[in-house]
């Protein structure tokens, strides 16, 4: 028997999966850091679909309230997100950095150049 | 042929400072070239440098002293010096001190050479907990590198050709003074220090009170112990 609101957890996780991949058709997001979310909105899907799999493994983990799995899932999932989006941002910051000192050798050379050109 | 020597200076807001810098570089090392990197200074820095006739290599936007003083190394790789001299630009450094810490570079005894407070019969003075934060900082450091190294954080430092080389390219950016030692040593460079006689700074009192420079100090020893586990570049020397 499909429930209401499974109906409701298998669309939205759908919507989650089409918006990021109409983000990347859009060219508005690379598809170097979708893979992330894709995989989080498939793992959605399978929880969605699959309603037992939360109760299976919290029964193998020795979880007694079963949607605290689902929490730490979620949890989990954020927590690498964040990791990987701090990984991102260092390497936009060592780039950021290496442009601005090329700006400021590229500026002294040129103004050199002028000087001799004078 | 004579070594050529690249003094960087790294300035940030010091336009009351930095000709008084270069004067005095002027005074004593005539022939030497030198370089101010100014880290987007919000006062005319800038305009005090060309005023003095000197060089300046503007940044863009603030990167810190880590990055102000790897531009300089940048600069000092792609023209081929052969040793760089970092003096900063708020007048600590005196420049009848530069050549004790050129010396053993010049003799070949090392590749990397930091003037030190601490060394010899210097008395500098600082607040009891800013004295157990060098302190500790130098017992970390020590242990790591297995030789004495009593003032980590200081800017006054001298670098040979592959030192500069390996600097331009892996130059540490949050912790740089401390950090470039142990990244330093684990390449295989060899590093001194000499006693040299550093100036209270004239303007200003330091921002960092007892519980800032504990928490620096915790920073600055997890940042170390991190680099210590990095592997070593491979390099030609």
New interface residues.
Partial sequence: MVSPFQVVAIVSSLLIILFVISLIRKRKLREEYSILWIIGGLVLIVFSIWRDLVDIIARMAGVAYPPAVLLLIGIFFAVLMFLHFTVVISRQEDRNKALAQEIALLKNRIKELEKKSE | MKPRILIIIPAYNESENIGRVIDDIREHLPDTELIV?NDCSSDDTEAAVIRAGE???????N?GIG?AV??GL??AR?RRFDIALQVDGDGQHPASEIDKIIAPILDSKADVVIGSRFLGEGKFKSSFSRRIGIRIISLFNSILTGRKITDNTSGFRAYNKAAIAFLADYYP?DYPEPVAIIDLFKNGFRIIEVPVVMREREAGISSIGAFGSMYYMIKVVVANLIAFTRKSISREK
């Fill in positions: 990197v060089k300046v290599l503007s940044l863009p936007f990167l990055g790897q531009t940048r600069y792609d950016q």
